[in-house]
T-cell receptor, first 113, second 114 residues
């Protein structure tokens, strides 16, 4: 009963370091997403992948890259971490098409010092 | 462009009292509307959603919301609050057609006191 699984759950980075957040879903969903959550700002979409082989920018893509490795996996990479990227990151997935429920992972807490 | 405004970043109610969390949206096309709940240190869980069927939508844990097009609102209610309802609640909108992208409001933290 895993749903959306993301790793790591906690990470502390130094400014300038790189890292990759991993995400996998076992619901056979076509669409996957990465959101970031900051206090008082709700969740903001970083990147999404409507289907395997496609990725598109969301509201706040600067400083991030993504890879849709296969239908199950969607990773988020920070090439050169900055303190402004301190946040909670959520991976999510859904069936393709609007109106479908988006299912979220448990979150990854990232601190950049 | 779509947007969501949640009125009140913090709401406090007594156990057993009515819960009312306000959400107004802006959308140039018929919207789909969602309420999600987030318990501490967890991901988001769907409470309910409106997808152009019945305007009064019932969700889990006794919550419901009414879509009012004339008021561009989708307020969340529960007749009687329980201590376990303490959490953060997010209203979100997506547009009909196109990709399934959610635009979230800033969230409302609900506190329930004895």
């Amino acid at each position: 009963n895993a749903g959306v699984t993301q790793t790591p759950k906690f990470q502390v980075l130094k400014t300038g370091q790189s890292m990759t957040l991993q995400c996998a879903q076992d619901m056979n969903h076509n669409s996957m997403y990465w959101y970031r959550q900051d206090p008082g700002m709700g969740l903001r979409l970083i990147y999404y992948s409507a289907s395997e082989g496609t990725t598109d920018k969301g509201e706040v893509p600067n400083g991030y890259n993504v890879s849709r490795l296969n239908k199950r996996e969607f990773s988020l990479r920070l090439e050169s971490a900055a303190p402004s990227q301190t946040s909670v990151y959520f991976c999510a997935s859904s069936e393709a098409g609007t109106g479908n429920t988006i299912y979220f992972g448990e979150g990854s807490w990232l601190t950049v010092v | 462009a779509q947007s969501v405004t949640q009125l009140g970043s913090h709401v406090s109610v007594s156990e057993g009292a009515l819960v009312l969390l306000r959400c107004n949206y802006s959308s140039s096309v018929p919207p789909y509307l969602f309420w999600y709940v987030q318990y501490p240190n967890q991901g988001l869980q769907l409470l309910l959603k409106y997808t152009s069927a019945a305007t009064l939508v019932k969700g889990i844990n006794g919550f419901e919301a009414e879509f009012k097009k004339s008021e561009t609102s989708f307020h969340l209610t529960k007749p009687s609050a329980h201590m376990s309802d303490a959490a953060e609640y997010f209203c979100a909108v997506s547009r009909s057609g196109g990709y399934n992208k959610l635009i979230f409001g800033a969230g409302t933290r609900l506190a329930v006191h004895p």
